[in-house]
């Protein structure tokens, strides 16, 4: 099956600092990636889709300009957590749909962020 | 809608059992629903999916079961094992974006 990375696994930064986490997708090209942020013990909510080459759209109430997304690549997303807060702590999960798979996405492994 | 309803919260089956968690939904424009697994601190694995004209489909120990009219659908685990322990999301999705919109979640424990 297609394989999606992330790096890194996990991540503890101190409070008004950018955290960058990258997706990869590692045996496929992604015409498509999303990026979602789970809490414990909750579902996964979508924060935005990013698209190769062109900017991302985020979900309502997804500050743009806090969590910064790039898809620079048919393999590759950042997500860029700006002035990192601790309510940011949040385990974030990317996905990626690519191009002949129709409705398949393959997610990634999950970064664990935590902001003290 | 937009909402995918999943239930129940959390289930606890002993070895052997046959866990059956149930998701509905509103929004006739969805035209895939998957399952996945998660275990804690990994990504969710899809499991299984399958698409509205479809009522059943198996693959190994898990069943879909989809009906169409009550815009609900079911997963179904066979010979349940402690190794299915997880937390299990329903999903679907629609339009050309592909965006899933998940289910709340099932925390399933079987018990040896």
């Known amino acids: 099956g297609a394989v999606v990375s992330q790096h890194p696994s996990w991540v503890i930064c101190k409070s008004g600092t950018s955290v960058k986490i990258e997706c990869r997708s590692l045996?496929?090209?992604?015409?498509?990636m999303f990026w979602y942020r789970q809490f414990p013990k909750q579902s996964l909510m979508l924060m935005a889709t990013s698209n190769e080459g062109s900017k991302a759209t985020y979900e309502q109430g997804v500050e743009k300009d806090k969590f910064l997304i790039n898809h620079a690549s048919l393999t590759l997303s950042t997500l860029t957590v700006t002035s990192a807060h601790p309510e940011d702590s949040s385990f974030y999960i990317c996905?990626?749909?690519?191009?002949?798979?129709?409705?398949?996405?393959?997610f990634g492994p999950g970064t664990r962020l935590t902001v003290l | 809608q937009q909402q995918v309803k999943q239930s129940p919260q959390s289930l606890i089956v002993q070895k052997g059992g046959i866990p059956i968690i149930n998701c509905a939904y509103e929004n006739t424009a969805f035209d895939y629903f998957p399952w996945y697994q998660q275990f804690p601190g990994k990504g969710p694995a899809l499991l299984i999916a399958?698409?509205?004209?479809?009522s059943e489909k198996k693959e190994g120990r898990f069943t879909i079961s989809f009906n169409k009219s009550a815009k609900q659908f079911s997963l179904h685990i066979m010979d349940s094992q402690p190794g299915d322990s997880a937390t299990y999301f329903c999903?679907?999705?629609?339009?050309?974006?592909?965006?899933?919109?998940f289910g709340s979640g099932t925390q399933l424990t079987v018990l040896p």
């Open positions: 045996d496929f090209q992604a015409t498509t």
């Open positions: 996905s990626a749909l690519g191009l002949l798979m129709i409705d398949e996405q393959f």
């Open positions: 399958i698409r509205p004209d479809v």
């Open positions: 999903a679907a999705t629609s339009g050309s974006a592909r965006q899933l919109t």
